[in-house]
């Protein structure tokens, strides 16, 4: 099987500091990788590195058979930025269809993904006029539309309720089930369970890359919050 | 480059601004009431009125779309949308030529009002007539709108934008030949004036004022102009890199 990723001794500096030490990992097609770690560990700058716009980047950084950031890929990869990466004096509606416009996408693909992230109600709403987590929809709708082969998620479901919360883990479940490789980055260790593979960041170093129950078999410890401390102490 | 991405973004860049009523309405209104304003103040010499007349009607336009854009290129940029923006098929000339082409619309609403006022009610005299002025205003427009592309990389607040009109755009506007004329400044000056963009845009407009016909000087005054604004969009591109830190 060909991974959707591969990255090896990846190092990113960023104004003279260096953020990301060698780091080093695969993923496999159709599986949900979370990225896990602390707030400032990395994990963004990780991402970035990723989809091809970080700068001060070396090392190999491999995405579905390209290096990162290679033109081919602007079609076939959608990356959610942490903060909504919206037109907030637009409505929903010519958000999404600019987004379409940009991405080629067939027509009747905005109504999918408003439906997707439920927010088919909402179309002529001014997304000035939204909440913080109806507005990280609209931006993940917006990666959505180009049906992409690798979705990478900034902290997708932060400030989402339980339920919503739920309900986008389901559409991430479905879209990889379909092959969609994702890659969603999180601090809050609850939604490991969620994901078929870890990566565990922490002080711009991988401490861990398994599945969940082998992290937990591996540590011993009764959720991932336990075994993220276990790791980060075995490592210090 | 593809002209259906330009076109989408023209279409929702002129869909933000169509939401912000207040922004169209000074874009659209202000121009007339300085005119209206200039025209009596020198009600008892119509002659200063026709010499500063044309001119102006070259600087409204340049002058407003340079600050309208550079601060909407900067939002772009301190969004995240541009950064998003540049992870999708999205050509760096899409997106600048989409913005010239949405600002170059509105400049060509504006010019069309303001040029009809003042040559209509307002009894300016301009040997041309209005179809070049209106050429010229509008290519003065488009040439404010690719500074301000080119300036927002410099700015990281809007604070930062707005004070590029003091200090990029006055002394191109002393310079210019409009408040002294270029053969009376000493040399160094007038090499300086020679360089800047906006000095053609204004001898144009007073070359139209006297001649009627397309003379070589303003030939010369519209290529330069437009060669400008070609150049100031190039350097933009340059100055939206895909990898940032």
Not at chain 1, 160 to 165: A, N
Not at chain 2, 42 to 61: E, I, K, S
Not at chain 2, 136 to 164: I, K, P
Request: hydrophobic letters at 55%.
């Amino acid at each position: 099987m060909v991974n959707s990723v591969q990255v090896h001794d990846l190092v990113v500096r960023r104004g003279g500091r260096e953020v990301l030490h060698g780091v080093g990992f695969a993923l496999a097609p159709g599986r949900i990788t979370g990225l896990l770690g602390p707030s400032g560990c990395g994990k963004t700058t990780l991402l970035r590195a990723l989809v091809g716009v970080q700068s001060g980047v070396s090392g190999t950084v491999t995405v579905l058979g390209e290096p990162a950031g290679a033109p081919g890929l602007r079609s076939r990869v959608g990356y959610v930025t942490q903060a909504p990466a919206v037109y907030v004096d637009l409505t929903v509606a010519e958000n999404l269809r600019y987004f379409a416009a940009v991405l080629g996408a067939p027509p009747g693909r905005v109504e999918e993904v408003l439906a997707q992230v439920q927010l088919q109600g909402r179309t002529s709403q001014g997304v000035r006029t939204l909440s913080g987590g109806e507005r990280a929809r609209v931006s993940l709708a917006t990666a959505l539309l180009g049906s992409p082969e690798l979705l990478v998620l900034d902290e997708p479901t932060v400030g989402l309720d339980p339920v919503l919360r739920r309900d986008l883990w389901a559409l991430f479940r479905a879209l990889a089930d379909r092959g969609t490789t994702i890659l969603v980055s999180s601090h809050v260790m609850d939604e490991a369970a969620r994901c078929d593979h870890l990566l565990l960041l922490r002080e711009g170093r991988v401490v861990a890359d398994e599945p969940p129950a082998a992290l937990l078999r591996r540590t011993g410890a009764a959720d991932v919050e336990q075994a993220f401390l276990a790791v980060a102490e075995a490592a210090a | 480059m593809s002209a259906r991405l330009v076109l989408a973004t023209a279409r929702r860049v002129l869909a933000q601004l169509r939401r912000d009523r207040r922004t169209v309405a000074l874009l659209l209104v202000v121009p007339l009431l300085l005119l209206l304003l200039l025209r009596y103040v020198f009600t008892q010499q119509p002659a200063v009125f026709d010499r500063v007349g044309a001119p102006l009607l070259a600087l409204f336009p340049f002058l407003t779309m340079f600050l309208v854009t550079s601060v909407a290129m900067l939002r772009e940029r301190s969004s995240g949308t541009l950064e998003r923006l540049l992870t999708t098929p999205l050509g760096k000339a899409d997106l600048l030529l989409g913005y010239a082409l949405a600002f170059g619309l509105v400049a060509v609403a504006q010019t069309v009002l303001a040029s009809a006022l003042a040559l209509g009610p307002l009894g300016l005299d301009v040997a041309a007539g209005p179809l070049l002025v209106v050429v010229l205003a509008v290519l003065d427009a488009l040439l404010g709108t690719a500074l301000g592309l080119l300036l927002s990389a410099f700015a990281r607040t809007e604070f930062q934008a707005v004070q590029f009109l003091p200090a990029f755009v006055l002394p191109q506007l002393l310079l210019c030949g409009l408040f002294a004329a270029r053969d009376a400044m000493a040399a160094p000056l007038r090499w300086l004036s020679a360089a800047f963009p906006l000095t053609y845009a204004v001898d144009g407009m007073q070359q139209l004022t006297v001649s009627g016909a397309l003379t070589s000087d303003v030939v010369r005054d519209l290529v330069v102009v437009a060669c400008c604004c070609l150049a100031a969009l190039a350097l933009g591109a340059a100055t939206l890199p895909r990898r940032t830190a």
